[in-house]
Nanobody, 124 residues
């Protein structure tokens, strides 16, 4: 596996989670990394991405203010902090890496590597 997504789980509404996207063989600072999610019965949607260097972050409107993407170059890991979780955030979350490190995209096409997905379930 070139990308490993982790950190999902069962959380109550209003809670928080931090998802991680790590790689053992890709230097993530030289890729654009995106987070996607696929809710039950729905298509996969892009929600956030972070460019390589220089680093910039981007979000779709519906998650702004609750989701925070970041990168730790020393750990070669990209994180997605999700706060104030809602039941509608329930989904499998995927990370993906794009060699075009200066371009952030919310579309699946163009991403070169994908993680296996991590399940987030928001329920009381």
């Amino acid at each position: 596996l070139q990308l490993q997504a982790s950190g999902g789980g069962l959380v109550q509404p209003g809670g928080s989670l931090r998802l991680s996207c790590a790689s053992s063989d890709l230097n993530l600072y030289s890729y654009a990394v995106g987070w996607f999610r696929q809710a039950p019965g729905k298509g996969r949607e892009g929600i956030s991405c972070i460019t390589g260097r220089p680093m910039s972050t981007h979000y779709i409107d519906s998650v702004k203010g609750r989701f925070t993407i970041s990168r730790d170059d020393a750990k070669n890991t990209v994180y997605l902090q999700i706060d104030s979780l809602k039941p509608e955030d329930t989904a499998v979350y995927y990370c993906a890496a794009d060699r075009a490190q200066h371009l952030c995209s919310f579309f699946e096409q163009g991403y070169d590597y994908w993680g296996q997905g991590t399940l987030v379930t928001v329920s009381s």
